[in-house]
């Protein structure tokens, strides 16, 4: 008995078929629509403040608006403030290396949602939770960018290990890399993958990040919200 596995891919779905002896015995979908969107990012429009729950809820096109918590709003790169930064603790592991909810290095601030965001006002999101029951996705104003070997904060000033790479030798040596091959004023998380790796790797990883990175910025100024910028 000869079996044949067969993908086909496009924008809407996923299918996969077994055939045994030339006839389908079994087919699987998977619809796009039932996929995360955790790491999207998205520009949005911000359609009303909670100033009591300090939070605000954003128009990213979805079947529900996003939330956004003061504390997800990078207001040093919306505003130029100039915050005391938080010491990065280590990453608890490889697949917590994107910096949502509170991870290293997000400044600290006391300003208030209603004196950063106003009704209307167009920003860059990115998913941080999906949606779930009646509730809309959370997102945050913080932009992440994961590459094969660093995690790319642009708007982080920042350097952070993560902590399965745990000789304290090579944290110093990858501190010491990324330092001279990041881009100035960026932040960067080397996950567990960078351990061991050459300057090469970070160098290729940085850059290719980096250009990403202009590039999503440059679409999201042509379009309006709500609108997919990067998935």
């Not at 979908?29 to 809820?57: R, S, W």
């Not at 104003?141 to 920042?158: A, E, F, K, S």
């Not at 990858?174 to 100035?184: A, R």
Request: proline share 5%; net charge negative.
């Amino acid at each position: 008995m000869s079996s044949e596995i067969f993908i086909n891919s496009n924008q809407r779905e996923i299918r996969v078929a077994l055939m045994e002896n030339n006839l389908l015995v079994e087919l699987f979908i998977e619809h796009n629509a039932h996929k995360g969107i955790v790491g999207n990012i998205y520009k949005g429009k911000v359609t009303k403040i909670l100033p009591g729950m300090q939070v605000a809820f954003v128009d990213i096109g979805l079947e529900k608006a996003g939330f956004l918590y003061v504390g997800d709003i990078d207001v040093v790169d919306m505003l130029g403030y100039e915050v005391d930064a938080l010491a990065p603790p280590p990453i608890e592991d490889e697949d917590k290396d994107l910096p949502f909810e509170g991870k290293p290095g997000r400044p600290h601030h006391d300003l208030k949602i209603q004196d950063i965001l106003q009704d209307d006002q167009e920003i860059l999101v990115q998913i941080a939770k999906n949606p779930l029951g009646t509730k809309g996705a959370r997102i945050t104003n913080y932009i992440t960018l994961p590459g094969r070997h660093v995690v790319y904060m642009p708007t982080i000033n920042n350097i952070s290990i993560s902590r399965r790479i745990e000789d304290e030798n090579e944290k110093e040596r990858l501190k010491q890399l990324i330092s001279e091959v990041g881009n100035e004023g960026a932040g960067y998380i080397v996950r567990t993958a960078g351990q061991e790796a050459m300057r090469s790797d970070f160098e290729s990883d940085v850059s290719f990040l980096h250009h990403l990175w202009e590039n999503l910025k440059k679409k999201s100024e042509g379009i309006s919200a709500p609108h997919l910028v990067y998935e």
